[in-house]
């Protein structure tokens, strides 16, 4: 039985790898466990954006939007039919949220949590930071109808003390040269955001810090959790028998496998989202690029570039269903004729974490002081996985905090 350790985190995505950082600067002996190696799970194909300010999903969508979007062929957002009665939970507690009361609160937020979200990347890797690019973020407005609601989105961000800049006409190839001859109808710069070219890489200098910094990372997927009264916690790997001080289970999309040893479920589903590289040199985009009324985005790759985008609701697990991004492909190429699939690549697809209010979830699991949880982070794990990681190490360490408060799955028991 392996003995000694202070605290096992169970998962080795960006939320893992920057818990485990985090709990080790607080002086504590920390294990990482991952069952396949670092960063292959959601974390390694995504857009690579550390988002100054976010809005939750229920901003743009209510839950009566939903069926004709998931039945629309030409749609960015699917529905894996099969879990249909499992998400209904899920959709109920997605429609509370869409209150505009709540949504108003989820944005504050989100704001306020992405504001500190590049400073505590900062702060918790200090020198040892890798390369973060920090041009800002684009998204093209391809008709009047999507400028106006942009132009109304821009004042938000504006109050949210975000800096945002409106391109129209030949600013917008000034600015991104690969937009040349595209038809827009302008587009919007927020300053502040910042980029990785290579999430995977990413994570896993960020976990090569970790192990320089005196912790360990194991290959062993955790089948089981004990935890007695007095908090002595046991954690069953496939190879060995763990018995930490205590347990942290950053396992994503697939968080309510070891919480059921719990007695602990908390709304989460998974949203399918998919990469595929494309045939353009490196440069081609200087960051990453949204094209919202295509569902996609451009991020810069460490090949070129890649597309992105897709939200595909269903239960952990859930088929992938790689059409969905060729189709986006597809219609991207309608403004962008020149892109193209790079040879040899398939379609990627990984599962973001997702919760009804786009919020993640972290909290002392509760009746078990030694067990935590930290999931939840949708479309913002790279985003907010420093700032979770203090908030989280905060609440190991006995500290909670009003952002820990706000941030716990009670949340959802009480409106
Ligand atoms: C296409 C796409 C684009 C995105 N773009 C952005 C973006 O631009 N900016 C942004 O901030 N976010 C973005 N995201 C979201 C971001 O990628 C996710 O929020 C983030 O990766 C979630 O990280 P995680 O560590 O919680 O989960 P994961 O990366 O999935 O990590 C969980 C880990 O736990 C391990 N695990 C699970 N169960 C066990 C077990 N029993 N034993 C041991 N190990 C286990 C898994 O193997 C996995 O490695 C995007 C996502 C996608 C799909």
């Known amino acids: 039985m392996a003995g000694g350790i202070d605290a096992l985190v169970v998962g080795a995505g960006v939320v893992g790898v920057t818990a485990a950082l985090a709990l080790q600067e607080r ?13 292959e799970g959601c974390s390694f194909g995504n857009a690579g954006l550390i988002a100054p300010g976010a809005f939750p999903l229920s901003a743009q969508y209510r839950l009566t939007d939903l069926p004709a979007a998931f039945l629309k062929s030409n749609s960015p957002a699917a529905l894996d039919w099969i879990s249909t009665l499992r998400l209904l939970p899920w959709g109920f507690l997605y429609a509370k ?38 041009r800002g973020y684009l998204t ?25 800049r409106m391109l129209v006409g030949s600013e917008i190839a000034e600015f991104e040269p690969a937009l040349k001859g595209v038809a827009a109808a302008g587009a919007t710069l927020v300053d502040g955001a910042a980029h990785i070219i290579d999430p995977a890489a990413f994570v896993k200098c960020l976990a090569n810090v970790f192990v320089r910094r005196g912790g360990s990372v194991s290959r062993d997927r955790v089948q089981a959790l004990r935890s007695k009264k007095s908090g002595e916690v046991t954690v069953y790997g496939d190879l060995e028998t763990y018995s930490p001080r205590t347990a942290v289970l950053t396992t994503g999309a697939h968080a309510n496998q070891l919480l059921a040893d719990c007695d602990h479920r908390i709304p989460l589903v998974a949203e399918r989202g998919y990469h595929l590289e494309l045939d353009v040199e490196p440069g081609f985009i200087g960051g990453p690029l949204a094209i919202p009324g295509l569902g996609v985005v451009l991020a810069p790759s460490a090949r070129g570039a890649r597309i992105t985008g897709i939200s595909h609701f269903g239960s952990p697990g859930l088929r992938a269903r790689p059409e969905l991004l060729l189709s986006a492909l597809k219609r991207a190429r309608k403004v962008l004729p020149s892109l193209r699939v790079r040879p040899g690549f398939e379609v990627w697809s990984g599962e973001r974490p997702a919760t009804p209010d786009s919020l993640p979830i972290i909290e002392q699991i509760p009746g078990y002081r030694s067990m935590f949880v930290s999931c939840g982070h949708g479309h913002l794990g790279v985003t907010l996985a420093a700032i979770s990681a203090r908030i989280l190490a905060n609440l190991v360490r006995g500290n909670s905090s009003n952002y820990a408060a706000q941030l716990s799955s009670q949340r959802f028991a009480s409106n």
Do not use: F
Request: net charge negative; charged share 25%.
């Open 27 to 39: 002086g504590l002996q920390v294990m990482l466990l991952e069952q396949n190696s670092v960063a």
């Open 97 to 134: 949220a869409t209150r505009w009361d709540k949504v108003r609160r989820d944005t504050d937020l989100l704001h306020d949590l992405c504001r500190d979200a590049l400073r505590s990347y900062e702060v918790l890797l200090g020198s040892d930071l890798p390369q973060i690019s920090r």
């Open 140 to 164: 093209i407005h391809l008709s009047s109808a999507e400028l106006e609601k942009a132009i109304h989105v821009n004042s938000i961000r504006t109050s949210m003390g975000l800096t945002v």
